[in-house]
């Protein structure tokens, strides 16, 4: 029997995929290679996100990805515009987030001749997607949308670009639409928790470490529950800080930037680690310092959702091929049979961490950036959510903020600059009810900056926090290191960022001593309007702790 189906523009069955999909939010700079798709999204329900920039419409879709575990989703048009969008492809790609780039592309008659603004997507994009593919007949569109979400969210999630010539989106077509898209679970079996259990049963000094994505609310409350039962210290990866309560007494800290170093010496410690969800990445291993390459020392029990990171790097004592969903659950069959002998080394470890986040270490000028942070997660309500960008600004977040909640931080794992203020675009549009604050450093703010204006089109209150140190920070840094007293290429001529923000129509205010930022910030959150708070602190504190000078001779005296 011949189903009845009524005939669709392949642009309108796109649209119809990402309704059914739970798409509820798309960003994009317009384009006219993909005309057909605006006009099918007129009056569906779907909020349609105008941004400044393709780089930043992109991150949008990443930060999207992240928090929430389902695809965001973006559009830009051909050439250009696919190649300013490569920076949130990438982000998503090191960060494990979900996500679905659809980009314009040159009729079907003239691919291949160079035609205008003309890309091979594959061979653009290939290194850094999961999966990247055109749409290059109109009857298979709801088939290869609905793939790309599968793609997106099956095992290691991860960015799909998907092509979609402008003659393929005008034709009429009669085809299905595909079922809402359930990402594929993968638990461990009853074989692999045994070993586990055992595992866990002969340590002396275990450790948990946890990253990546496909987690949800319930598997973060599962593995505290674990932790709490066989009283674990617990630590973070880079940019993982929602994974756990920084609060709660098995905490140990993060292995991001500039780290604890009692911490890296616990790790360093540990005769079992426990991997679960994370790659394990450059950052997190401290430039796969911690564990020795290819058989650790410390026996190495490795969870992960994509059985192709299982043994890439390390060779784990116990491979388990889950999702840290399932393996959440898993973990609740588990319990110890005797008290653990390595009883009190949670306790001492978040002692350790307290103390190493509580202290606001004294900085050059008259503004300190630690004590900023402290005053930010003091008087910020626990649901905030925190984005960042990157440089060196950015150890001070992940040192001093505490993120209280899970989804409560999103930042790139690729260490992008520009990211923070898209990110915190798309946070607001997400959750209008809650309070979003940005941290940028002034090179970073100003690679995205302009998607400040995004967040005055749509009344978005976002606070932008502006560390301008009036340098490019982090390659500061090292070129003290490598080539002291020789400056060149990293110092900047900043505007005024405040007046930047009173441009655009937002609300803008200068800070020049720690005292001051308490009042501009709740200035700031009383206006109702996007806000800049320009704080300007000394070149020379480059880091927690840090001073650029002392760096310079440290390195003169090993001349």
């Excluded at 992109?58 to 992240?66: F, I, L, N, R």
Aim: proline share 7%; with cysteine; hydrophobic share 45%.
């Amino acid at each position: 029997m011949k189903l009845d189906v009524k005939a669709r523009t392949a642009a309108e069955v796109l649209v119809d995929q990402l309704v059914i999909q739970g798409v509820r939010h798309v960003f994009c700079v317009p384009g006219e290679s993909y005309l057909p798709v605006l006009d099918a999204l007129i009056d569906r329900d779907i909020a349609v996100t105008v941004c400044r920039q393709e780089g930043g419409a992109a991150m949008m879709a990443e930060a999207v990805g992240k928090l929430t575990g389902r695809p965001g989703v973006c559009f830009v048009t051909r050439g250009p515009g696919a190649t300013n969008a490569a920076h949130g492809v990438h982000i998503a790609q090191q960060s494990s987030s979900p996500m679905i780039l659809f980009v314009g592309q040159v009729d079907r008659a003239v691919k291949g001749r160079d035609a205008w603004q003309e890309l091979d997507y594959a061979a653009v994009f290939g290194s850094m997607t999961k999966w990247t593919a055109e749409v290059d007949d109109a009857s298979r569109m709801s088939e290869l949308v609905s793939r790309a979400f599968h793609v997106a969210t099956a095992g290691q999630p991860g960015p799909v670009v998907l092509a979609l010539p402008h003659d393929v989106l005008i034709e009429q077509v009669n085809c299905l639409d595909a079922p809402p898209h359930q990402p594929v679970e993968t638990s461990p079996g009853a074989p692999e928790m045994a070993a586990l259990q055992a595992l866990l049963a002969e340590a002396k000094s275990p450790i948990a470490l946890l990253g990546g994505s496909r987690w949800d609310e319930a598997a973060r409350e599962a593995v505290t529950r674990f932790a709490e039962r066989f009283e674990l210290p617990v630590a973070t990866g880079f940019r993982r800080l929602p994974l756990f309560d920084p609060l709660h007494p098995n905490y140990a800290g993060d292995l991001g930037l500039s780290p604890n170093p009692k911490l890296l010496a616990r790790v360093k410690a540990a005769d079992l680690v426990l991997s679960i969800g994370g790659r394990i990445s450059d950052v997190t291993s401290q430039g796969y310092s911690l564990f020795d390459i290819p058989v650790p020392k410390a026996r190495l029990v490795h969870v992960f959702p994509g059985p192709e990171e299982l043994g890439r790097v390390w060779r784990p004592h116990l491979a388990i091929n889950a999702t840290p969903t399932r393996f959440a659950i898993a973990l609740e069959t588990l319990a110890p049979s005797t008290p653990p002998v390595w009883r009190g080394a949670a306790e001492a470890a978040h002692a350790d961490y307290l103390s190493w986040s509580e202290l606001a270490t004294p900085q050059p000028g008259a503004v300190n950036l630690g004590e900023i942070m402290v005053w930010l997660r003091n008087n910020l309500p626990a649901d905030v959510i925190l984005t960042n960008g990157a440089g060196n600004f950015a150890a001070w977040v992940g040192r001093f903020f505490r993120v209280r909640r899970f989804g409560g931080h999103v930042a790139p794992n690729s260490g992008s600059m520009g990211y923070a203020v898209p990110a915190a675009v798309a946070m607001q549009r997400l959750h209008p009810g809650r309070r979003v604050v940005a941290i940028s450093g002034d090179g970073d703010f100003l690679m995205n900056g302009q998607e400040f204006a995004t967040a005055v089109q749509y009344d978005l209150p976002i606070v932008v926090v502006v560390c301008d140190n009036a340098s490019y920070g982090t390659i500061r840094m090292h070129q003290e290191r490598d080539y002291p007293g020789r400056v060149i290429g990293t110092d900047l001529k900043n505007p005024d960022f405040a007046a930047y923000a009173r441009a655009f129509g937002g609300f803008g205010a200068t800070v020049e001593k720690t005292a001051d930022f308490g009042p501009a910030f709740e200035a700031a959150v009383a206006s109702g309007q996007p806000s800049i708070l320009h704080v300007k602190f000394d070149t020379d504190a480059i880091s927690p702790g840090q001073t650029l000078s002392a760096i310079r001779a440290q390195a003169l005296a090993k001349k």
